[in-house]
């Protein structure tokens, strides 16, 4: 039998839905080409933003005619939106078989039996319930979930709802899942979590012993993190990504705004001088780091002079790239209510305002890369990523999943093009780590 995994949204979404994978891939289920010859779907949804949400609708109404072909064919809607809206999913396409929520994820390989069961008579009850590592994520990189959730009531965000509060993986469970990702092949960790960096177990050991141990795991070429929190950057996380050399040299760290009152109506925790400051310190303990981050715009009550903060908080940041938002309300959240909504026409002038700068500077940071070093993790045979997070093409095809150093010759509008010094022939396990 065939699995196909469909996943909208952000890198938890993708990790969820090959976690979601996992117990059927232990049943007998092999990766299918397409949906022609999918007997099961795993629809991983996504609802942090309208778009994202819509997109998935639309796609399990699409799903229709591939479940109608032979009604045996397993449908199952799974993430944010399941969570959110899932009794009116199941109301609105009453063809799918099994909604379940993102809090359900724990619970989901009992509830997966009893579909199997009735979609395909499926009658075993020695498959293990949750196979313990992702062996199936072979490639350069692989992404570690380490906690989910969030304790967090950012006012225009629906994640805590939708996700619950915080809950962390053991700290066993998430090195021998990075382990095993290694041994597959993958040669660089995506550790993710909503506010990744607020990771503790009950020992005392903090998200900062997590980098650690993940750095000393054989065959680890690099780590990054997804997403941190401003607030939960401490010095002893610092620290660790200083003394770690397999922490790639870049760090997305969403700001949102520049304006300290938004940050305030956003309940972010942190102002733009903390944030600033923070960065500053982690800039000097990280040779060459590299920034980027999140902006909304057009947040209710943002006014021209709010948004000129964060046109000057863009500039002061040196963001190498940022992901520039407008405001769209979630219903349930408390922003959702609020009295003095920014026009449209407004957030869209203010958009394209904080794009140019964004983009300007994301072309400063690529010019000044021409004729520097880097090392490129190939995703393929030409193209990667470099330590800094930009994409790299290379002038001749290399091995995927190798680290190659290269020399940056020039660049497009958003990535580096570079002549590869040392194509590796095999796997980069034996090469030196630093990033
Ligand atoms: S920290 Fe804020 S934006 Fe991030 S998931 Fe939690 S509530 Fe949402």
Redesign the pocket.
């Given at each position: 039998m065939k699995l196909l995994v469909i996943s909208f949204g952000c890198q938890m979404s993708t990790a969820d839905g090959a976690e979601m994978a996992r117990p059927l891939r232990a049943r007998g289920f092999e990766s299918a080409s397409g949906l022609g010859d999918a007997d099961a779907v795993i629809l991983n949804t996504c609802t942090v933003r309208q778009h994202a949400e819509d997109r998935a609708l639309s796609q399990i109404g699409r799903l229709k005619p591939w479940k109608e072909e032979r009604p045996g064919r397993l449908l199952i809607v799974a993430g944010c939106a399941a969570e959110r809206i899932g009794a009116w999913i199941e109301e609105r396409f009453p063809y799918v078989d099994l909604v379940v929520g993102a809090k359900s994820i724990e619970a989901y390989p009992a509830i997966l039996d009893q579909a199997l069961k009735r979609s395909f008579d499926w009658a075993r009850d020695d498959a293990p319930a949750w196979p313990a590592a992702a062996q199936e994520q072979a490639g350069a990189g692989a992404y570690v979930t380490v906690m989910r959730g969030?304790?967090?009531?950012?006012t225009?965000?629906i994640?805590?709802a939708v996700?619950g509060p915080e809950l962390y993986r053991p700290f066993d469970t998430v090195l021998a899942e990075a382990g095993a990702a290694l041994s597959a092949g993958a040669r660089e960790l995506t550790l993710l979590g909503?506010?990744v960096n607020s990771w503790r177990d009950g020992s005392g050991r903090d998200f900062s012993d997590l980098v650690r141990a993940v750095d000393a795991l054989p065959g680890v070429a690099r780590q990054r993190f997804m997403?941190p929190?401003p607030f939960f950057l401490t010095p002893k996380l610092m620290r660790a990504m200083a003394d770690c050399a397999t922490v790639a040299p870049h760090l997305h760290l969403?700001a949102q705004s520049g304006s300290d009152r938004m940050l305030k109506a956003m309940k972010?925790n942190y102002t733009s001088m903390s944030y600033l400051a923070k960065t500053e310190t982690l800039r000097t303990m990280v040779p060459g780091l590299a920034l980027s981050t999140d902006f909304i715009v057009g947040f209710p009550g943002e006014t021209e002079e709010d948004f000129r903060a964060t046109l000057e908080f863009a500039s002061a940041g040196d963001f190498c790239t940022a992901y520039c938002f407008k405001y769209s309300a979630r219903e349930g959240t408390a922003a959702a209510s609020a009295p003095d909504p920014v026009d449209e026409t407004v957030k869209d002038e203010r958009l394209a305002r904080l794009l140019e700068l964004v983009e300007a500077n994301m072309r400063r940071r690529l010019d000044a890369m021409v004729g520097t070093r880097v090392r490129v993790l190939l995703e393929d045979a030409t193209d990667g990523r470099t330590q800094f997070h930009f994409r790299a093409r290379l002038d001749e095809p290399g091995v995927p999943g190798t680290l190659v150093d290269a020399v940056v010759t020039g660049r497009t509008d958003t990535a580096l093009k570079a002549r590869a010094l040392s194509l590796a022939s095999r796997p980069v396990a034996v090469v030196s780590l630093s990033s």
């Open positions: 969030c304790n967090y009531a950012c225009y965000c994640v805590p996700r909503q506010t997403s929190h969403p972010r």
